[in-house]
Every structure is written in C-alpha cells, then in structure tokens.
C-alpha cells in the first residue's frame, strides 16, 4: 500500500491550502486518516484525524480553520487549511490506519510565509 500526499506549497498569511492524500495497492478498509505535521527543529505531531464514520478531531491550534475529510470509495483523505499563519509551517504527513500496522504518506511541505 503506498500514501500519496499533495497540495502543499507556498501561501501568504491568512490564505488557504487543499492537502489530499490517497492510498493505493491491496486495501480492504481504512478505519481512521489521520494527518500530521512536523516543523523544523521541532516533534512531529497530529493535527487531524477522522475514523470511517465521520468522527472527526483536531488540535487545538488548528480548531476552526482546518477541516479533515474523507472519500471512502478513493481511499482519499483532506485537509482543508484556512486561515493559514507562519507557525502552520511545516512537513504535512498522512497516516491511514486499517486496524492493523498504519501506513504513512511522503509528506508534503506547507509554508505560510509573506
């Protein structure tokens, strides 16, 4: 099973950024997407997560700007990222657990920077 994570890149303070994650390979089900992140110099943490029924759980840093989504049938997890401030800067990282040994994405790189 590969992750494959996309979206990031370069936005201004106060913009917004998309990240998508998907999986392919022999999946029977992901029970729960989690996203985290990781800054320079610092410990990799969650941001997000969202079991298979739509449960969803955030950081507080993150509360009332970031939405965590899933598409079942693509094996697809979101993050919607608004509001974005310089200390949202960081390697974004997916991880998909199938009630067994999780999986991780390659990360992608956000950074919020005028």
């Known amino acids: 099973v590969q992750l494959q994570a996309s979206g990031g890149g370069l936005v201004q303070p106060g913009g917004s950024l998309r990240l998508s994650c998907a999986a392919s390979?022999?999946?029977?089900?992901?029970?729960?997407w989690d996203w985290y992140r990781q800054a320079p110099g610092k410990q990799r943490e969650v941001v997000a997560g969202?079991?298979?029924?739509?449960?969803?759980n955030y950081a507080d840093s993150v509360k009332g700007r970031f939405t965590i989504s899933r598409d079942n049938v693509k094996n697809t997890v979101y993050l919607q990222m608004n509001s974005l401030k310089p200390e949202d800067t960081a390697v974004y990282y997916c991880?998909?657990?199938?009630?067994?040994?999780?999986?991780w994405g390659q990360g992608t790189l956000v950074t919020v920077s005028s």
């Open positions: 969202i079991t298979s029924v739509g449960i969803t």
């Open positions: 991880r998909a657990d199938p009630r067994g040994v999780p999986w």
């Open positions: 390979g022999s999946i029977r089900s992901i029970y729960r």
